[in-house]
């Protein structure tokens, strides 16, 4: 355990501060290039640089080479290189609109790595209930698991501050259960996720410097699968993710297909006169989440933010509480 400390300490300092020594000239940059897309809660005018995925991809790459030093496990791979892709993946779509099937197909690609390098287990484990082996079953779950995680954070990313404060709470809530299970290597390379969250999220919380786009969102997201992926711990993570899944289930079940967010006409959300936020009585608007906590009336943008933390905290502990149910089982 105690020779675990030094890799755990400098890949979270590498994580964070080159998450947040890059930002400020990646915003010069796109400034520069007019890369840059309206804040729709504002009422003024405002300008937002995206994207924020080479920033967040690059502390992500960094820190985990740090700890292939120390490790050199497949699993670090997996996690490099299926996070590299998404990221590939995202800023294509932040450069031009892809179809609503793009990102789903080319995120299943993305996690091959996973399967080619051997780094996951067939095994389920459910709390209490003990563990499931679903060899074939299992195989589809991989390929199915990146696309739903990227996408995820990336349809909850609605919001200043939304899918970086989601990630930090989501990331150290798994980070908390893989130690609680006693999966301490594994503990250590996930904690990267939540340092590059944070320092992104001095950038992203209100009022927004930078946005993550597609190219940041896809990148959290598709970690955070892999490491539940590698971890072998799947059911916890999904019920950190929860509030996050809520949302794109509403968003699917009420549009019936898959389809690009920018591509939508009906929005979930309008403005009152002093430009808070109230749910839309328009039928052809997706249901998501921010709509139904606004079902009760307006709220500014920064309530919205807290009531999705708090449900992101609650889920964090439930996460928590079920691997010490899984570390009783075992």
């Known amino acids: ?26 915003i010069k940059f796109l400034q520069k290039r007019n890369l840059t897309v309206r804040d729709v809660n504002k009422k003024d005018n405002v300008m937002i640089v995206r994207p924020g995925g080479p920033s967040i991809i690059a502390g992500i790459i960094t820190s985990e080479i740090v700890l292939y030093i120390f490790f050199q ?4 791979l997996a996690i490099m290189i299926t996070s590299f892709i998404a990221f590939v993946i995202g800023y294509v779509d932040d450069r031009k609109v892809m179809g609503g099937w793009f990102k789903p197909i080319a995120l299943a690609i993305a996690a091959t790595p996973i399967i080619l390098l051997g780094t996951y287990d067939s095994t389920l484990s459910f709390p209490l209930f003990g563990s499931v082996h679903i060899p074939a079953l299992y195989l589809g779950l991989v390929i199915f698991m990146i696309p ?15 899918a970086s404060g989601f990630m930090i709470i989501a990331s150290f809530s798994l980070s908390i259960s893989l130690f609680i299970l006693q999966n301490y290597e594994m503990a250590i390379i996930s904690l990267p996720l939540g340092f ?6 001095k950038y992203h919380k209100i009022p927004s410097k930078i946005f993550p786009g597609d190219s940041g969102a896809l990148t959290l997201g598709a970690m955070y699968g892999t490491i539940a992926i590698v971890g072998h711990v799947e059911i916890i993570a999904a ?9 794109s289930f509403l968003f699917l079940s009420s549009m019936k ?3 690009e967010h920018r591509q939508i006409k009906g929005k979930p959300v309008e403005h009152t006169e002093d430009f808070k936020l109230k749910a839309t009585n328009d039928k052809t608007a997706p249901i998501t989440l921010v709509r139904l906590i606004l079902a009760g009336g307006p709220l500014s ?7 999705i933390f708090k449900l992101a905290i609650f889920s964090g502990l439930l996460a928590i509480i079920t691997a010490f149910m899984m570390r009783v089982s075992i």
Do not use: H
Not at 13 to 19: E, G, N, P, Q
Not at 148 to 162: C, E, K, P, Q, W
């Open 257 to 259: 297909k898959i389809v």
């Open 239 to 247: 019920v950190a993710l929860l509030p996050a899944v809520i949302n």
């Open 148 to 162: 739903i995680t990227g996408n995820t954070i990336n349809s909850i990313d609605v919001l200043n501050g939304i």
């Open 196 to 201: 590059v969250s944070l320092a992104f999220y």
């Open 301 to 307: 943008e920064k309530q919205v933010g807290y009531v």
């Open 1 to 26: 355990m105690v020779e675990l400390i030094i890799p755990a300490i400098v890949s979270c300092i590498v994580a964070f501060f080159t998450v947040y020594v890059t930002v400020p000239p990646l």
């Open 73 to 76: 496990t497949n699993e670090i």
